[in-house]
């Protein structure tokens, strides 16, 4: 089964605050792992993502920590605000799978202000 | 470009009805997907398509069929809906590249479904 399991579930961050979401896979053949953010009401988006040849990928306020040997990846979200409240998505893909995500179960950020 | 579109934006059906959700993309995506988003479940894949005239199953397949007749639409067909279909429907796109699983997915707005 190619499980990709998230958490938490839901996770609440004063503004200022690190916010922190973990992934972790079971098939070492995955090779790329987005994390995707939904807005309510909106269609989910492409926020950041890695491959497993390295191990940290940082953009802006965001950054994808990865590692190999453990099977986990996480997103941290520095300095974290009000509007960064939304649902993010882990997922994973494998090359011979085409473009076909798996993704986790999704994490519910809200960051007060 | 208006990206990915989906059609209708929200739709309550009666158990056993039939609708399709439509889905259109000018993006010029080589793949197109389904996904139904169930609360605190993540995104579950229903088909996929490759290209016009191809598609194959994902993980939850049941109760669904699609076609993709062109390169811009890949309509989901719901026969006999069920109560357990009351969910979300993403459609998405992307421009995959043979062997290569990095392509970004760009997804709708959604359909709100509710099976009574």
């Known amino acids: 089964q190619q499980q990709v399991k998230q958490s938490p579930q839901s996770l609440i961050v004063q503004k200022g605050g690190i916010s922190i979401i973990n992934c972790a896979y079971e098939?070492?053949?995955?090779?790329?792992f987005p994390w995707y953010q939904q807005f309510p009401g909106k269609g989910p988006a492409l926020l950041i993502a890695?491959?497993?040849?390295?191990s940290e990928k940082k953009e802006g306020r965001f950054t994808i920590s990865f590692n190999k040997s453990a099977k986990q990846f996480s997103l941290h979200i520095m300095d974290s605000q009000p509007g960064d409240s939304a649902t993010y998505f882990c997922?994973?893909?494998?090359?011979?799978?085409?473009?076909?995500?798996?993704f986790g179960e999704g994490t519910q950020l809200t960051v007060n202000p | 470009n208006a990206g990915v579109t989906q059609t209708p934006k929200f739709r309550i059906l009666k158990i056993g009805q039939s609708m399709t959700l439509q889905c259109t993309q000018d993006m010029n995506h080589n793949y197109m997907y389904w996904y139904r988003q169930d609360p605190g479940m993540g995104l579950k894949l229903i088909y996929y398509?490759?290209?016009?005239?191809?598609?194959d199953k994902g993980e939850v397949p049941n109760g669904y069929n699609v076609s993709r007749s062109t390169t811009e639409d890949f309509p989901l067909r719901l026969e006999l809906a069920a109560p357990s279909q009351t969910s979300v429907y993403f459609c998405?796109?992307?421009?995959?590249?043979?062997?290569?699983?990095?392509?970004?997915?760009?997804f709708g707005p959604g359909t709100r479904l509710t099976v009574l």
């Open positions: 890695i491959r497993p040849d390295v």
């Open positions: 098939n070492t053949a995955f090779d790329y």
């Open positions: 997922a994973a893909s494998r090359e011979t799978s085409g473009s076909r995500l798996t």
């Open positions: 398509s490759v290209g016009a005239g191809i598609t």
């Open positions: 998405a796109s992307s421009y995959a590249r043979r062997g290569q699983s990095t392509d970004t997915q760009y």
